[in-house]
């Protein structure tokens, strides 16, 4: 089987927030020969062609054309996220205390705190600033040296190992800058962007600066930040890029961002971009509103993100016949109240997709007695009216500052998302 998962390495490394994810994306698509869309203009599409467009720098739609458009047309949709939980800088960047300049942070989505502590961070994101002419100019930064929050040490809280490890968001997660408290934060974003114009704002996060790597005896792991969700935008990238336009279906790879804190912005699953763009593009090949509604019903969406594989020390927290393992197969993640969009006929048609590639699937239903997490699948099945189904890879540290995810199972995932889009 072909090896993607250096591919992904290489591609979470450069994707070190939402927009860099975008960015690199865009570079590959630009290469591909792909058109970049521009929702501020009206678009002109032709049958066999390829596509993408972008909302607000950190959600991006893919498309291929089909080589002819009719009412027979359907949709093949794969959607996932771009963002990841993290720390965000406040928008007064800066606090100084005891002679130390102290980064104020906001935590972003689920973080599991514990993991930030006694990590190399690193910060990047958007500046945005005012030029000499009034108008307003992005830059994506990444500043150059490293910050941490340091933990307290053992001699000083003695009891933590068996007390546990209690956070205080807003009074300990304060990542230590340097020891010069006069420095102006502004100041060090003009130095990296090389500009004298004025700071208006910025939408900065942090990231872990340890690159992605293999691990295990047979190197079976990949050990990496971000594996929720970029793992599932790059298996289903290498599938969509260059895939052959197909004769009657169009094929869909929709990133979003916010899905960490629930999706309801404007570049968010929950918001109107994939509907708009699916509008526009049958718009554009003379189908109308009731054929538009036609095609959704004959396509199918598959939301693609990370999964629980079962823990060796905490099996207890999984139902005891829904046990996902790292490297068996895409997970399909069902749960009777519909925090996953998947019913029994989206998994049928998903099974069908697996076996074709000769792919071994597993399936995840949550325990009874404990909650349930929830993904972009319901809200995109509600809106758009498609069929759809939840899956993705079994994985361990799910929302830690390095995740663990299984390397077979990422190459097992681009030859199913390859399958479903050839098909
Ligand atoms: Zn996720």
Not at 56 to 82: C, L, M, Q, R
Not at 247 to 256: G, P, T
Request: glycine fraction near 6%.
């Amino acid at each position: 089987m072909a090896d993607y998962s250096k591919n992904l390495i290489s591609f979470v490394n450069k994707s070190t927030t939402a927009f860099h994810a975008v960015e690199e994306l865009k570079n590959e698509l630009n290469n591909l020969n792909y058109e970049q869309l521009n929702e501020t203009e009206s678009w002109k599409l032709k049958p066999n062609s390829k596509y993408f467009v972008i909302r607000e720098d950190a959600s991006i739609i893919i498309f291929t054309s089909p080589k002819k458009v009719s009412n027979k047309t359907s949709f093949k949709f794969i959607g996932a996220h771009t963002d990841s939980p993290c720390l965000k800088v406040k928008s007064n960047p800066t606090s100084s205390k005891e002679g130390y300049q102290l980064l104020n942070i906001e935590i972003y989505g689920g973080v599991l705190l514990t993991s930030w502590f006694d990590k190399d961070l690193l910060i990047g994101g958007r500046v945005f600033t005012e030029n000499k002419k009034g108008e307003i100019e992005k830059h994506l930064v990444t500043l150059p040296f490293k910050v941490r929050v340091p933990r307290l040490a053992i001699h000083l809280d003695r009891e933590v190992n068996s007390n546990g490890f209690k956070v205080n968001p807003q009074t300990q997660m304060m990542p230590i800058l340097g020891l010069d408290d006069k420095v102006d934060f502004n100041k060090v974003l003009q130095k990296e962007m090389k500009t004298k114009n004025e700071v208006l704002s910025t939408d900065l996060f942090l990231f872990d600066s340890e690159a992605s790597a293999f691990g295990g005896m047979k190197e079976e792991f990949i050990f990496s930040p971000r594996m929720d969700n970029l793992a599932m935008v790059h298996a289903s990238f290498e599938a969509i890029k260059t895939q052959k336009n197909s004769n009657d279906h169009f094929q869909v790879a929709a990133y979003f961002h916010n899905e960490e804190i629930g999706s309801n912005t404007q570049n968010g699953a929950d918001s109107n971009f994939l509907e708009a763009t699916t509008k526009r593009i049958v718009a554009n090949f003379g189908l109308t509103e009731v054929e538009l509604l036609q095609t959704m019903a004959k396509s199918y969406f598959i939301s693609a993100d990370m999964a629980h594989a079962v823990h060796p020390c905490y099996i207890e927290v999984h139902d005891p016949n829904h046990k996902p393992l790292m490297n068996r197969g895409p997970v399909i993640k069902s749960n009777a109240n519909m925090r996953y969009a998947t019913d029994g006929k989206t998994i049928a048609q998903f099974k069908q997709i697996c076996n074709k590639a000769k792919v071994p699937f597993q399936d995840f239903c949550g325990r009874n007695d404990m909650g349930c997490g929830s993904t972009i699948g319901p809200m995109t099945a509600s809106k758009l009216g498609v069929p759809a189904i939840d899956i993705g890879n079994p994985m361990l540290s799910m929302h830690s500052i390095r995740e663990m995810a299984g390397r077979e199972d990422h190459n097992m995932m681009v030859k199913v998302f390859d399958q479903f889009y050839k098909d």
